[in-house]
């Protein structure tokens, strides 16, 4: 990797088949930084523990996600490609930044609220603090730009907290990170019933994954919620058809896209039409990165080659930085 470049941090849970909003929200971006940065992309399998306590699938689904991660535009030539658990000086920072975060605003976090919702059975410390390892994911690399999607802005905003409370008060270690996209806001797939995000745990009947078979792409976009139809020219449109135009915008023509417009602000949309041409042009972005997943998942030594390759330099920058985390604290005594 050259020097000088700024840096570049993301990662991404292997909790699951990695779906549009993941690649929109941000594989995408990912892929194209990682000619322009120093990048590091990594696997956050600790993470995954906040919310998926059974192991026993982890090494199935971490070498998945690499080949999807790959498939969908990742070189592990031009980026480092790591496991979180492969590094531990993250946690060494997660418990330095700990002290420096506080249990009223840790739990005021959107994703606590809603987790500690969807699992009250399971309010874990490691729920709570989940921003905290995050903050330390991407301290630990001293990264300028975190490319992520709308959904991850406030843990960012978190971390530049921690890192400018650290910085005050044991001197001017990290870089403040900032959230990054290339589009002008971070981007938001919503649901295919237009209720929220696109993500792993909806329903899957509302979710596209990269490694859905071309008849079920169809199916699902043909059973996304519409509607009627506007009666008035130029309406508003309601979320879950802007959610279709979005996808439309990202995967067809910008000719067939104002085409829909054009019908929408006319009142003469017919949504069967709009939806399977948009069925057409999803199975002709997906099909090619299902197939090339699917061929390097045949292949699970050349994955574990890539995270060995990818965690020994991760390491590498990561103990740089603790070094000087370290020597900051006064943690030096011989
Ligand atoms: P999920 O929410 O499905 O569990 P993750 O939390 O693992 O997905 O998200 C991984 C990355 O994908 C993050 O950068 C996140 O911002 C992005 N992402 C996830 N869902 C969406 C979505 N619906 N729209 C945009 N980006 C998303
Ligand atoms: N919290 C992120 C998500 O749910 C995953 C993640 C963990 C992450 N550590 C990170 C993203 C560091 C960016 C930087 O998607």
């Known amino acids: 990797m050259e020097k000088?470049?700024?840096?570049?941090?993301?990662?991404?849970?292997?909790?699951?088949?990695?779906?549009?909003?993941?690649?929109?929200?941000?594989?995408?971006?990912?892929?194209?930084?990682?000619?322009?940065?120093?990048?590091?992309?990594?696997?956050?399998?600790?993470?995954?523990?906040?919310?998926?306590?059974?192991?026993?699938?982890l090494r199935l689904n971490t070498r998945r996600l690499v080949s999807e991660l790959i498939a969908g535009g990742l070189d592990p030539g031009k980026c480092t490609i790591y496991a979180q658990s492969d590094i531990p000086e993250i946690p060494e920072l997660y418990l330095y930044l700990n002290m420096l975060a506080y249990k009223g605003e840790?739990?005021?976090?959107?994703?606590?609220?809603?987790?500690?919702?969807?699992?009250?059975?399971?309010?874990?410390?490691?729920?709570?603090?989940?921003?905290v390892l995050q903050a330390a994911d991407i301290l630990i690399h001293r990264a300028h730009y975190v490319p992520v999607g709308k959904d991850q802005e406030q843990h960012?905003?978190?971390?530049?907290?921690?890192?400018?409370?650290?910085?005050?008060?044991?001197?001017?270690?990290?870089?403040?990170?900032?959230?990054?996209?290339?589009?002008?806001?971070?981007?938001?797939?919503?649901?295919?019933?237009?209720?929220?995000?696109?993500?792993?745990?909806?329903q899957?009947?509302?979710?596209?994954?990269?490694?859905d078979e071309d008849a079920l792409i169809t199916r699902k976009?043909?059973?996304?919620k519409t509607d009627q139809g506007p009666t008035a020219p130029n309406s508003k449109k309601p979320e879950y058809i802007q959610g279709l135009f979005t996808l439309l915008g990202l995967v067809s023509s910008p000719e067939i896209l104002a085409g829909f417009e054009y019908d929408f602000n006319h009142c003469h949309i017919r949504y069967g039409d709009m939806k399977k041409q948009l069925a057409e042009d999803m199975i002709r972005f997906i099909s090619p990165i299902r197939g090339k997943a699917a061929a390097l998942q045949n292949d699970p030594a050349q994955i574990d080659e890539i995270l060995a390759i990818g965690a020994e330099k991760a390491r590498k920058s990561a103990a740089a930085t603790l070094l000087e985390v370290r020597k900051a604290l006064g943690f030096k005594y011989h």
């Open 4 to 57: 000088n470049k700024e840096i570049v941090l993301s990662g991404i849970r292997p909790t699951g088949f990695l779906h549009l909003g993941n690649y929109f929200g941000a594989l995408k971006n990912w892929s194209r930084m990682q000619y322009e940065y120093d990048c590091y992309f990594f696997i956050a399998d600790w993470h995954s523990l906040t919310t998926h306590a059974d192991t026993s699938e």
């Open 106 to 131: 840790l739990e005021k976090t959107v994703t606590f609220k809603d987790k500690a919702r969807q699992q009250p059975e399971n309010i874990n410390a490691g729920l709570l603090t989940y921003p």
């Open 156 to 202: 960012i905003e978190m971390t530049r907290n921690f890192a400018e409370r650290f910085n005050h008060r044991y001197g001017e270690i990290f870089p403040i990170p900032r959230a990054f996209s290339y589009s002008k806001d971070l981007v938001k797939i919503l649901s295919l019933d237009g209720s929220g995000k696109m993500s792993k745990s909806e």
């Open 204 to 211: 899957q009947m509302n979710t596209i994954y990269l490694s």
């Open 221 to 224: 976009i043909m059973k996304a």
